[in-house]
Nanobody
Framework: VQLQASGGGLVQVGGSLRLSCADSGRTFSYYDMYWFRQAPGKEREFVAR????????YYADSVKGRFTISRDNAKNTMYLQMNSLKPEDTAVYYC?????????????WGQGTLVTVSS
């Protein structure tokens, strides 16, 4: 598994961004996929998860109703659609993967992409 996150940038409050996480491997469909984020001076925190089988999704309370996680197994890519962005969403966003969800936490990580929400 080799994950590459992209799509970060600078956006105004209330705006939208879509992050992508591409896997260069051939077993993407067998992995639970995650988004985490880390704001300056804070610990990395869970944002969203999508199961490998059935596509069940989970969200942190802080993003529920604003963010949508999805995946396209044919493209080996996961997405995070972020709407109604707030300054507190500013962070480096990391994607992660966990084979069949066995660990309930990522075993593999991408390099991160910076999202900055300006007020």
């Amino acid at each position: 598994v080799q994950l590459q996150a992209s799509g970060g940038g600078l956006v105004q409050v209330g705006g939208s961004l879509r992050l992508s996480c591409a896997d260069s491997g051939r077993t993407f469909s067998y992995y639970d996929m995650y988004w985490f984020r880390q704001a300056p001076g804070k610990e990395r925190e869970f944002v969203a998860r999508i199961r490998w089988s059935g596509g069940t999704t989970y969200y942190a309370d802080s993003v529920k109703g604003r963010f949508t996680i999805s995946r396209d197994n044919a493209k080996n890519t996961m997405y995070l659609q972020m709407n109604s962005l707030k300054p507190e969403d500013t962070a480096v966003y990391y994607c992660g993967a966990d084979l069949r969800g066995r660990s309930s936490t990522p075993e593999y990580w991408g390099q991160g992409t910076l999202v900055t929400v300006s007020s």
